[in-house]
Every structure is written in structure tokens, then in C-alpha cells.
């Protein structure tokens, strides 16, 4: 059986009432594609693993279960549609209980069996196993499931995305040593970072996968993990978080030693579930900040961040798997229409956030930055609160990548233009003179160090360590003249300089 969430993420199963869902009721409005999915084990052949199961000391290689949704082409000639079944057989796999009998299914992963839950069992989806590939290339998403689910927990929103264009990639959330998390919390969360990069890796070979635009999206745990490739990892351009534990474990990221929240420099929107209510609170023991606190996104200066609360959903029902099958908490849980209607708005702001980010659609743009109720949505079900990024500091080294963008020429004139728009423009006399020296000493940029050192001696008349330098420049260059009129105003501005002595000495003999 499946391991329990974590306290803070526990879907409070005391007090249960049956659930009544459908896919066709939940009516995501797919897009022009039609939807391919493949499902294939690979392996990370840097990492080993024990099958919890066998009961032996053999260990493999690290087994990474893939799940991909892709856009297809238009005719699609594998007939019938993947049923809701075929999606469970692949978590049969995933738990590693490939031969368990279907009919055991359900209640075996803690879903009631009940006549409402069977009916989902054989309820068509929108994806077609092995279609072609669509032509053309397509952003790609890495999704990476909750503590210990299925890389097939989220195959609607999944399937939607594919739909409208986009190339969603997924592996299960598995332990470090086996199928289940052990008490190292941080190893955990690094274990799951380095499955999302392999998968990360693994989507490049796909020739429909446009490596340019790459999004994380995550459910609870997998928000952990997304953070910390994010910081580690360039080509992440856009970030979205269902209810992700980084809301409710800040100092777990804290662990990390990759983690630092001034490196979320990308596009964030997290959507959160509704408030706890007190007597959930006081019954399960949480701790009541959980719904107020939110560490990570107070600390954001350099994203532009969303922050979205859903008032109907609990942490559960940002996922497909539980929409459909999971026990309702009586205490809490809205009813079964407005949790599939807030599922949808959930599936609508993530397509209109990658919209955005990743293809840069104003219509998108638009969608995100406007109140809920400007889409119909009202305060009781959705609210929205948007983080500006704060204005950066122009730097050194902002400074330097435009003058190299122009080979180091005109600098004065870059140096004034910059000056007038960022006032605090620090651009300091040592950082001036290891650049030049770099430049200088290096027969293909010579010129262009010696353009560093005359900015330098511009900004810093009275450096007669800079002269020195651009004398040494010149002397490199083998222009004795320009070498001795720099190393004249050396000992102009210090007499005592050695170096300024003796080299004068020898090019005047």
C-alpha cells in the first residue's frame, strides 16, 4: 500500500463521504492537437536500487518509469482512446505490483470500490497510445508528481496541455534506495531534483521537444524538487507549483545547499489550497500558520510571482487520480461540482501562465495579470495576488556584458549613458584593472584591454596602479612610445614606483 503523505500534506481521511466525478463533467476544453502518449522504463546508470519487494540484496540500476504526452497528428490511427484503466495498469507498474489483477486495483491503492469509482475505471481519456509525433517543436513541461505518486497522477491536465501544444514529460516519485522515501528528508528531495533532470535530459530526444522552452510543474513534494533544478539549471524559464511543499517546507529547502531563493529569477505562479479549517486543524494537529505562511514567496525579489488560493479545493484535488477516485473529508471538502470546477480553473491558469511564459502570448499575459472575476470567476472560488519583482541593481558585471557586446569601444560614452539611467553605478577601480590585464595579455584582445585601461584612468585619474597597467598593456603591444608616456605619469602620481623606474630605464637605454 501506499505510504501516507506527510502530516501537513495529509488528505485528512477521517469522516468520509463517496465521491461522484467524471472526466466528461470536469470538461477541459482540449486544443487543436490531438494527444500521443507513450509510457516506457528506462535508467540512470549512475544511481542504484533495490525493488522494495524482492526481498534480496541484488541492486540494479536506478529504473525511471516515463510517462510523455505530446501533440499528435491530426489523424490518429491507433482507433480507440486510452480508458482510465490503462493509466492505473502503469501505476500497477510504478508500485512495482505489475501482476497484481485489475479488479484489486482500486482498493488495493486506497481508492473505494465502489460502482462510482468502477464507472471511471473504463471512462475514455483524450490521449491515443503511440500516435505519431505532430510536426514541428514544442515546449516542454517536466511534471513531477506528489510523495510517492505516479508519474500518471495528473493524465488530464497532462492530456489538456498536450492538446494546446505542449510536450509534457513524467517519471514516479521514488526513493532514494527503493520505492519508498526514507527519513533523509534532503537526500529525498535531492533524489527527486536528479530524476527531474534526467527526464529533463531525456525529452531532448524526442524531435518534437524545443530544449529552448522548458517549464517545471509540480504537485506537493514535486515542488520541492522543481525549485532546486530550477536554481541549478539555466534553461528553466517558468515555474508552476500545485499547492507545492515549498509552502510548507521552506527549511527543508533550506537544507539544500543548491538552494537559494534569490536565484528564482523565472516566472512563478503557485496555486494554493483553500484554508484548513479549525476543527481539521485541531483534530489532525497542524499547525494553524499553515494558512497564512508562505516563506518562499515572501522572499522573491527577482520572479514575477502569482500567487493563487482556490477556496473549494483541498491539497488532493489538484491531481486527476483524486478528483476522480479519492474519499471526500466531510469536515472540509466542498462538493464534487465545485471541486471539478475549480480543477478546471487550476488546468486553465497553468495553459495561460506556459502560454505566457514560454510562447510569450499576450492574449495569455493578459489572462494572468487580470482579477479572477474578469473571467468569471468569483472571490469565493479563486483569489489571485501578484509579486513584482524588485528592480535590480545595474552591476559591474552588467556593465561588462555590454561593453564586450561592443568589443570594448566607446566605453566613456557607455559609461555615461548607464551613469545617467542607474546613478549607483559602482564600477570599481580593481574590477577595471584584472579585466584590462585579462584583455590586454591576450594577443587576440589586446586593443580592447587597453580601451578598459583608458575608461579606467578616465574614472581614476589619480591611479598611478592604473597606469602602470596600461604602460604594461602598451609595452605587450610593443609600443615603446605609449609604454614610456604611461609609465611617465606613473611616477608623476607616485615617484617611489619600482616597477615604473626600472622599466624606463630599460626602454630608454
Not at 501544444?165 to 513524467?170: A, D, L, M, N, Y
Amino acid at each position: 500500500m501506499r505510504l501516507t503523505i506527510l502530516k501537513i500534506l495529509i488528505l485528512f481521511q477521517a469522516n468520509l463521504i463517496a465521491a461522484q466525478t467524471s472526466l466528461e463533467e470536469i470538461d477541459l476544453e482540449n486544443g487543436k492537437y490531438n494527444v500521443g502518449f507513450q509510457h516506457y522504463t528506462t535508467s540512470d546508470s549512475t544511481r542504484t536500487y533495490s525493488r522494495i519487494y524482492d526481498y534480496t540484496n541484488k541492486k540494479i540500476t536506478r529504473p525511471i518509469p516515463v510517462s510523455i504526452w505530446y501533440p499528435s497528428e491530426e489523424n490518429v490511427v491507433n482507433g480507440e482512446p486510452l480508458v482510465v484503466l490503462d493509466y492505473l495498469e502503469i501505476l500497477k507498474k510504478e508500485e512495482e505490483w505489475e501482476h497484481l489483477p485489475n479488479e484489486q486495483i482500486l482498493n488495493w491503492f486506497d481508492y473505494p470500490n465502489t460502482p462510482a469509482n468502477q464507472k471511471h475505471l473504463v471512462e475514455q481519456t483524450t490521449a491515443y497510445a503511440k500516435a505519431e509525433f505532430e510536426k514541428g517543436k514544442f515546449p516542454v513541461i517536466v511534471y513531477a508528481p506528489g510523495l510517492h505518486r505516479s508519474s500518471i497522477e495528473n493524465f488530464a491536465l497532462c492530456e489538456y496541455l498536450a492538446s494546446h501544444g505542449f510536450v509534457v514529460i513524467s517519471s514516479p516519485s521514488r526513493g532514494t534506495e527503493t520505492r519508498w522515501f526514507s527519513n533523509n528528508n534532503a537526500k529525498e528531495m535531492e533524489t527527486q531534483a536528479r530524476d527531474v533532470e534526467f527526464l529533463m535530459k531525456e525529452a531532448g530526444k524526442f524531435p518534437i521537444a524545443n530544449y529552448d522552452k522548458i517549464a517545471l510543474m509540480g504537485f506537493s513534494a514535486g515542488g520541492l524538487s522543481n525549485i532546486i533544478v530550477q536554481n541549478r539549471n539555466d534553461n528553466v524559464k517558468a515555474i508552476v507549483s500545485l499547492d507545492g511543499k515549498e509552502r510548507y517546507a521552506y527549511e527543508l529547502l533550506n537544507q539544500s545547499p543548491f538552494f537559494d531563493a534569490q536565484n528564482i529569477d523565472v516566472p512563478y505562479i503557485h496555486m494554493a489550497q483553500k484554508d484548513i479549517p479549525e476543527l481539521v486543524l485541531k483534530e489532525d494537529h497542524i499547525n494553524a500558520e499553515l494558512n497564512t505562511k508562505f516563506q518562499l514567496f515572501d522572499s522573491l525579489s527577482k520572479s514575477r510571482a502569482y500567487r493563487l488560493k482556490f477556496h473549494n479545493l483541498t491539497h488532493g484535488y489538484f491531481s486527476t487520480l483524486d478528483v476522480l477516485f479519492a474519499n471526500r473529508d466531510k469536515r472540509q471538502d466542498k462538493s464534487d461540482a465545485e471541486i471539478m470546477e475549480s480543477y478546471k480553473w487550476v488546468a486553465t491558469y497553468t495553459l495561460n501562465f506556459l502560454e505566457a511564459t514560454l510562447n510569450k502570448d499576450k492574449n495569455a499575459s493578459k489572462f494572468i495579470e487580470n482579477n479572477p472575476r474578469n473571467h468569471g470567476a468569483t472571490n469565493s472560488l479563486v483569489t489571485l495576488k501578484i509579486k513584482q519583482p524588485e528592480k535590480d541593481e545595474f552591476t559591474f558585471r552588467d556593465f561588462n556584458d555590454l561593453a564586450s557586446n561592443r568589443n570594448y569601444e566607446n566605453l566613456l560614452q557607455l559609461y555615461d549613458s548607464i551613469a545617467k539611467m542607474h546613478p549607483s553605478l559602482e564600477i570599481p577601480e580593481g574590477h577595471l584593472n584584472y579585466l584590462g590585464l585579462q584583455l590586454v595579455f591576450n594577443p587576440n584582445t589586446s586593443l580592447q584591454g587597453i580601451h578598459v585601461f583608458l575608461l579606467a584612468t578616465k574614472l581614476y585619474p589619480n591611479s598611478a596602479n592604473l597606469y602602470d597597467s596600461l604602460a604594461e598593456g602598451y609595452l605587450f603591444m610593443d609600443n615603446k612610445e605609449k609604454a614610456i608616456e604611461s609609465f611617465e605619469k606613473v611616477l608623476e602620481l607616485n615617484s617611489q614606483n619600482q616597477n615604473a623606474i626600472s622599466r624606463l630605464e630599460q626602454l630608454r637605454e
